[in-house]
């Protein structure tokens, strides 16, 4: 019997980029407890992706503002702390490529700081997310539900669009985070939402950016995927492209409902999703 010898295992380890191809998608929504609402370190959450059969996943922790903003992201001087405990979940997984992201808020008029982010560290990608739908209200948050009550729910929906269409066409994010997070407490409007799904929608495709089919939905009120199957099948008819995230804030849900997302994205007609190195998009087969 022929042994292989050990520079074959050496050779499959060295190319992580050829693993990442097989079977399930690479989840690019992780937090990190720098964000002081999520557990587990980095090295904790590597070791998870590993054990459900992940071959690349990527840090997208809640980004930093100029100045203490909320108590729910890293404050700025610990930017360099997360950067290092990513480092280290590369240096202590070599087989599995780990990316380094950021999920940024996007607010109209800070988009001089998305920028200034950007240049400060070699990023994978950026997630655009949009959860403050004005200063003071944002629309994932339980402890605001009463402002639910107060209006509306449509007017929150066209607020939440308004922005979310203004963080596609600002090119400043690679991908759009959980995109119809207004359902989250599975309050919906009685009007159609279509016509602004659409817009946003049309806006994507001329710019790019790809959605985040996030399983986090799944978890909560909606108890659906980011978005929805008829938003997705309006994305896919627009060839908007597509990444993977869990939003996992708790190792135990890295890779969590993949299955699903997966599913859900081929019924609607994908084939391929993005991947992204250096903040350039990688192709890859579904
Ligand atoms: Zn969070
Ligand atoms: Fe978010
Ligand atoms: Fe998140
Ligand atoms: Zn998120």
Same mark, same amino acid.
């Given at each position: @019997? ?15 980029? $050829? ?21 587990? $370190? ?12 992940? =071959? ?6 809640? =980004? ?6 909320? &108590? ?5 001087? /610990? ?15 070599? &087989?599995?490529?780990?990316?380094? +992201?950021? %999920? ?5 008029? +800070? ?8 240049? @400060? #560290? ?16 944002? #629309?994932?948050?339980?402890? %605001?539900?009463?402002?639910?009550? $107060?209006?509306?729910?449509? $007017?929150?929906?066209? *607020?939440?669009?308004?922005?979310? !269409?203004?963080?596609?066409? =600002? ?5 759009? +985070? ?7 407490? &599975? ?8 016509? *602004?799904? %659409? ?7 001329? !710019? +790019?950016?790809?959605?985040?089919? &996030? ?17 997705? /099948? ?17 190792? =135990?849900?890295?890779? *969590? ?13 994908? !084939?391929?999703?993005?991947?992204? /190195?250096?903040?350039?998009?990688? %192709?890859?087969?579904?």
């Amino acid at each position: @019997m022929r042994v292989l010898p050990p520079v074959f295992l050496i050779d499959i380890f060295d190319r992580p980029d $050829e693993i990442s191809r097989m079977s399930m998608p690479a989840d690019y929504h992780i937090h990190t407890p720098l964000c002081r609402h999520a557990k587990g $370190e980095p090295l904790e959450y590597a070791a998870r992706a590993l054990a459900v059969g992940l =071959s690349e996943i990527g840090f997208s922790d809640h =980004s930093p503002m100029r100045a203490e903003f909320d &108590n729910w992201r890293m404050r700025f001087d /610990q930017l360099a702390e997360y950067v290092e405990k990513v480092r280290r979940a590369q240096r202590d997984f070599p &087989n599995l490529v780990i990316r380094l +992201g950021l %999920e940024v808020d996007y607010l109209p008029g +800070g988009e001089d700081w998305v920028r200034e982010l950007a240049r @400060m #560290v070699p990023w994978d990608y950026f997630i655009g997310s949009v959860h403050y739908v004005s200063d003071s209200f944002a #629309v994932d948050d339980p402890k %605001e539900l009463s402002k639910w009550k $107060e209006r509306d729910p449509f $007017e929150i929906w066209e *607020m939440y669009f308004d922005r979310l !269409t203004m963080a596609a066409e =600002s090119r400043l994010f690679d991908i759009i +985070g959980h995109p119809d997070l207004p359902k989250k407490f &599975n309050i919906y409007p009685t009007k159609d939402c279509g016509p *602004m799904f %659409e817009r946003f929608l049309d806006c994507a495709s001329k !710019t +790019g950016v790809a959605l985040d089919v &996030n399983t986090a939905g799944l978890r909560k009120d909606c108890a659906e995927i980011y978005p929805s199957p008829r938003f997705l /099948q309006l994305a896919a008819a627009r060839r908007v492209p597509i990444s993977f995230g869990s939003d996992a804030h708790d190792p =135990s849900e890295v890779g *969590m409902d993949f299955d699903r997302a997966v599913r859900l994205a081929r019924e609607m007609g994908y !084939t391929h999703y993005h991947r992204f /190195q250096a903040r350039n998009r990688l %192709e890859t087969k579904l």
